[in-house]
């Protein structure tokens, strides 16, 4: 398995950006920057590309609805061109809170437009005059919806590749078949190794039946929180908040993916329980209600032995990039992580 990791958007970016660089002389392969309602990533990919070699260079996530689909593509040629072709085009569709509350835009037939949208980047990559008529999108424009001078133009640089990886962040059944048939990565959340095949394995299957034989296997990025030692389990306390935050916060009742998948994986009443307590603006309570069972599936957390053992597991469950969280502080604690992490995974 690859070993990848992700910026805090939060801050600290001089930072974050010093320890990519020394995780990359320790085996780190991939470096995600996120995109929620922060900074821009492009700004700080291009960044990251010139700060560093080998490592690729990953958007977690551009929204499909905060860019035209040429947009996306050109961002993402110019970033594989300034990284010499390490980038991967990380798209997911992220949610109406953020979609509708921030940029404006309406949250609609995500499916339909991630399928859209990744067809008219690989004609751009291509140097192909782009021209599609879909349901979301129509390249160039008609003359009844506009000016009518539009006319298919294609991109004026020649891309360091033809065909730049395509990673899609999905949960929901629909979501995972599309990303098996269309892409080259699939990220899921809370990746739970015991029960990624009851919850996703018949959609995985549905999508890998049509998929192009040109695309290769899927690569399967999971995130983890990492932690390696004897007296480190007490860290998991700490991805508390976060757990409830999604499955708690980000949505309202009947409409919050990350509750249904917490549910999927058998937390039905604690989903709920975790839901109505966040809703009600109680965090702490509801960070509290998080079953440390849980927490345990989805991390690396524990002795070197115990966390051995997990990577089997993540591996058996079809996981081939980690991208860890290290928890302990420091620079020199989180390479050492990482470090260790590559050789228990010989």
């Known amino acids: 398995m690859r070993i990848g990791t992700a910026i805090n958007y939060a801050g600290g970016f001089a930072d ?62 110019g970033l594989d061109f300034v990284s010499d072709g390490r980038f991967i085009l ?26 859209e949208i990744v067809e008219i980047c690989r004609q751009v990559w291509r140097r192909e005059r782009v021209v599609h008529d879909g349901k979301h999108y129509t390249i160039p424009l008609p003359p009844e919806q506009g000016t009518g001078l539009g006319k298919p ?43 990624a095949a009851d919850v996703w394995g018949e959609s995985l299957a549905a999508g890998k039946a049509k998929r192009d034989p040109e695309l290769g296997e899927l690569d399967t990025f999971v995130t983890v929180a990492l932690a390696i030692g004897d007296d480190v389990e007490p860290l998991l306390d700490h991805l508390r908040p976060l757990v409830a935050l999604y499955v708690g916060g980000m949505g309202a009742r009947g409409k919050n993916f990350y ?21 009600d603006g109680k965090k702490e309570e509801a960070a509290a209600a998080v079953p440390i069972e849980l927490l345990r599936s989805i991390s690396l957390v524990g002795p070197a032995g115990y966390v051995k053992e997990r990577l089997a597991a993540f591996a058996e469950a079809g996981a081939t990039t980690l991208v860890v969280n290290p928890m302990l502080p420091g620079r020199e604690a989180r390479v050492a992580a990482v470090a260790q992490l590559r050789e228990l995974l010989g």
């Not at 470096?31 to 958007?59: C, H, I, M, N």
């Open 259 to 279: 509750n249904d998948l917490a549910r999927r994986y058998g937390y039905e009443a604690e989903a709920k329980l975790i839901q109505d307590l966040y809703l």
């Open 16 to 77: 974050s950006v010093a320890d990519i660089v020394e995780l990359e002389k320790v085996g780190l392969d991939v470096a995600f920057v996120p995109e929620a309602y922060s900074f821009d990533a492009v700004s700080q990919l291009g960044y990251l590309a010139a700060k560093t070699e080998r490592v690729q260079l990953a958007s977690g996530i551009f929204q499909i609805y905060t860019r035209t689909p040429t947009l996306t593509a050109m961002t993402a040629a």
């Open 153 to 195: 133009l294609k991109l004026i640089n020649h891309p360091v590749r033809e065909r730049i990886p395509v990673l899609l962040a999905s949960l929901g059944p629909k979501n995972v078949a599309l990303t098996a048939e269309i892409a080259e990565g699939w990220q899921p959340i809370f990746f739970h190794p015991e029960k």
């Open 90 to 115: 990380g798209l997911g569709a992220s949610g109406p809170q953020v979609i509708e509350g921030f940029h404006g835009v309406k949250y609609d037939a995500p499916l339909a437009r991630t399928r």
